[in-house]
């Protein structure tokens, strides 16, 4: 069973930047399709952006430009930079393993005027 703990989100200001930061434990997820949502005003999840085992990678038409995933298989762990932040970005920011369905708690984004 793998799992992922998020870091790295804060408050920042509009215009700013967060590198988020995804640990796995418990599992080698160097081979596994990697992703990051957060929370829509639904409630739901928005997928952001997504890395494959091969490091290909997808993003969302809301973060495309702005966004950049990546991944470190020696750290076990994938990352998330946001740049370009507006009030819109802020959210609770989940990193999800596709390949086993597992979920992080979330890390907590304030973006602020």
């Known amino acids: 069973q793998v799992q992922l703990v998020e870091s790295g989100g804060g408050l920042v200001q509009t215009g700013g930047s967060l590198r988020l930061s995804c640990i796995a434990s418990?599992?080698?997820?160097?081979?596994?399709?990697m992703g990051w949502y957060r929370q829509a005003p639904d409630n739901g999840t928005d997928f952001l952006a997504m890395?494959?085992?091969?490091?290909?990678?997808t993003y969302s038409d809301r973060v495309k430009g702005r966004a950049t995933i990546s991944r470190d298989n020696t750290q076990n762990a994938v990352f998330l930079q946001m740049n370009k932040l507006t009030l819109d970005d802020s959210s609770v920011y989940y990193c999800?393993?596709?390949?086993?369905?597992?979920w992080g708690p979330g890390t907590q984004v304030t973006v602020s005027s």
């Open positions: 999800k393993n596709v390949h086993t369905q597992s």
């Open positions: 418990g599992r080698d997820i160097s081979d596994d399709t």
């Open positions: 890395i494959s085992g091969f490091g290909l990678t």
